[in-house]
């Protein structure tokens, strides 16, 4: 069974209501424009949260660290966690069959829904002697 998004309506300005909160039909409009506007302006109404981000081997060259923290949306799962990074850098998305993604120090699929404060590693095979 498929987890509906919760959604925040925003009254005022965002959503252009100013205060009046609308029910029924009315509401779910509201909520769909005040989205609308949100995503145009390159933003979301979701709540987020945090991860810890640890880039291994040729991901960290890439990246330029071995560590950082990235926001993502609430309900967000760690293949949106990867589809996320490879927009961002190419080098993901050539290595992407190839990544293992850990969760709190465990091997977990890409489905595995990630939560606040999480320590995610993305790690690529290594080869040495």
């Known amino acids: 069974m498929e987890q509906k998004k919760k959604r925040t309506v925003a009254y005022g300005p965002v ?7 609308p029910d029924g039909a009315a509401a ?3 909520v769909e424009n005040a ?3 949100v995503a145009d302006a390159g933003g979301s109404n979701v709540p987020g949260f945090t991860v810890n981000l640890l880039w291994f081997s040729v991901l960290a060259d890439h990246r ?4 950082e ?3 993502l949306p609430q ?6 966690l990867i589809d996320l990074l490879a927009k ?3 080098v993901i998305a050539k290595y992407r069959e190839y990544i293992r ?3 709190n120090q465990a091997y977990v699929n890409g489905d595995t829904l990630l939560k606040d404060g999480d320590e995610v590693a993305l790690i690529t095979p290594v080869s040495g002697g």
Request: charged share 35%; glycine share 16%; aromatic share 0%.
């Open 69 to 71: 923290q990235i926001s």
């Open 64 to 67: 330029g660290r071995r560590s």
């Open 75 to 80: 309900g967000a799962r760690g293949s949106d």
């Open 15 to 21: 959503s252009g209501l100013r205060g009046v909160k």
């Open 101 to 103: 993604l850990a969760v």
């Open 88 to 90: 961002e850098m190419p």
């Open 35 to 37: 989205d609308r506007a």
């Open 28 to 30: 779910d409009e509201a």
